[in-house]
């Protein structure tokens, strides 16, 4: 069983920066940063494949957010800039144990089967 665990949400105002942690018990997965408000359904952030780089970029997030690889094994960041209002969610590691090239474009909810428990961004204006 692949566990997965999140930490860093906290509260922030418009403008400032915060970055998410993600913990894996698996190496070599598809791996994927979801969130999700209340009433809407959990939206595709980023996914990566370790080592190979970024396979999928939301339009919202392009150029504020990026990924970078912890020292400690299996340990990923999301690295959250320029974060507005509309940030604001619960936010979700994920994993689905694949190789990079099926990793290409992974973006749905459903593309993954492991998930963490979710940590929450605020963004105050």
């Known amino acids: 069983q692949v566990q997965l665990m999140e930490s860093g949400g906290g509260s922030v105002q418009a403008g400032g920066s915060l970055k998410l942690s993600c913990v894996a018990s698996?190496?070599?997965?598809?791996m994927g940063w979801f969130r999700q408000v209340p009433g809407k359904e959990r939206e595709g952030v980023l996914t990566?494949?370790?080592?190979?780089?970024?396979?999928y970029y939301a339009d919202s997030v392009k150029g504020r957010f990026t990924i970078s690889a912890g020292d400690a094994k299996n340990t990923h960041y999301l690295h959250m800039n320029k974060l507005t209002p509309d940030d604001t969610a619960l936010y979700y590691c994920?994993?689905?144990?694949?190789?990079?090239?099926?990793?290409?474009?992974?973006?749905?909810?459903?593309?993954?089967?492991?998930w963490g428990q979710g940590t929450q961004v605020t963004v105050s204006s």
């Open positions: 994920a994993a689905e144990p694949v190789g990079w090239s099926q990793c290409l474009g992974r973006s749905k909810s459903t593309d993954f089967r492991y």
């Open positions: 698996i190496d070599s997965a598809c």
């Open positions: 990566f494949y370790p080592g190979g780089g970024v396979t």
